[in-house]
T-cell receptor, first 114, second 117 residues
C-alpha cells in the first residue's frame, strides 16, 4: 500500500543535540510538508518542498532545517537552536502542487526533551 | 492574512444524532480550497472532505457533508448519524497561498467531538 512513513514514533532530545525526523513517501507526490502540532492546537507549517532540491520556509522555520535530495524523502532536523522542540511533528505530501488535492499525512513523531 | 476560525473547543452528541462543526475563514484570494480532517487520539490526520471556492454544490462524502456559505465565509462540517468512532479532534483547513507555484494548509485550532451511547 502507498503511504507516508514517519520514524521514529517517539524521540527524545538532549540539550544541545540535533535530531533528525524521517519522512518517506511512496505515493510519487511532488509536494511534501512538515507541520508542528502543540497540545490542543492546530498544525503550523515548518517547511515545505514542491520539487526535489527545492524547499521553502513556513511560518515557524527558525531552529529547523530540511533537505529534499530525493522525491521520496523529506527529513526534518530539529537543531539545538530550537529552544522549545517538544511537540508532535507531522509530515504530509500531496500530488497537486497547487493544493487542490488533499494532503496525505504520516502517523507523526512525538519529540520530547530529556 | 488568511485565517481559519473554529469557535467550538468541544462538542458533545449522542450516537445516531447529527452534529455540525463550525468553521469560518478569511481570505482575499478568489480561488481557495477548504478541507476537513479528523484526528483520533492516536494522532494520524484523516482527510474527510474538500470544497473548492468555485464548486457550485456543497461537497458530500458518505456521512459527511459540507455546508458551504461563501458570502458568509463559512464551511461547516455536518456529520449525520454519529457513531462512537467519530469521537476525535476535527480540523478545518484552507489552502494557503505561499507562492505562485505551491501551497500548504492553514489550520484552525480544532474542535473535539465526543460521541456518547
Amino acid at each position: 500500500d502507498g503511504g507516508i512513513t514517519q520514524s521514529p514514533k517517539y524521540l527524545f532530545r538532549k540539550e544541545g543535540q540535533n535530531v533528525t525526523l524521517s519522512c518517506e513517501q511512496n505515493l510519487n507526490h511532488d509536494a511534501m510538508y512538515w507541520y508542528r502540532q502543540d497540545p490542543g492546537q492546530g498544525l503550523r507549517l515548518i517547511y515545505y518542498s514542491q520539487i526535489v532540491n527545492d524547499f521553502q520556509k513556513g511560518d515557524i522555520a527558525e531552529g529547523y532545517s530540511v533537505s529534499r535530495e530525493k522525491k521520496e524523502s523529506f527529513p526534518l532536523t530539529v537543531t539545538s537552536a530550537q529552544k522549545n522542540p517538544t511537540a508532535f511533528y507531522l509530515c504530509a505530501s500531496s500530488r497537486d502542487r497547487r493544493g487542490n488535492q488533499p494532503q496525505h499525512f504520516g502517523d507523526g513523531t512525538r519529540l520530547s526533551i530529556l | 492574512a488568511q485565517k481559519i476560525t473554529q469557535t467550538q473547543p468541544g462538542m458533545f452528541v449522542q450516537e445516531k444524532e447529527a452534529v455540525t462543526l463550525d468553521c469560518t475563514y478569511d481570505t482575499s484570494d478568489p480561488s481557495y480550497g477548504l478541507f476537513w480532517y479528523k484526528q483520533p487520539s492516536s494522532g494520524e490526520m484523516i482527510f474527510l472532505i474538500y470544497q473548492g471556492s468555485y464548486d457550485q454544490q456543497n461537497a458530500t462524502e458518505g456521512r459527511y457533508s459540507l455546508n458551504f456559505q461563501k458570502a458568509r465565509k463559512s464551511a461547516n462540517l455536518v456529520i449525520s448519524a454519529s457513531q462512537l468512532g467519530d469521537s476525535a479532534m476535527y480540523f478545518c483547513a484552507m489552502r494557503g497561498t505561499l507562492n505562485q507555484a505551491g501551497t500548504a494548509l492553514i489550520f484552525g485550532k480544532g474542535t473535539t467531538l465526543s460521541v456518547s451511547s
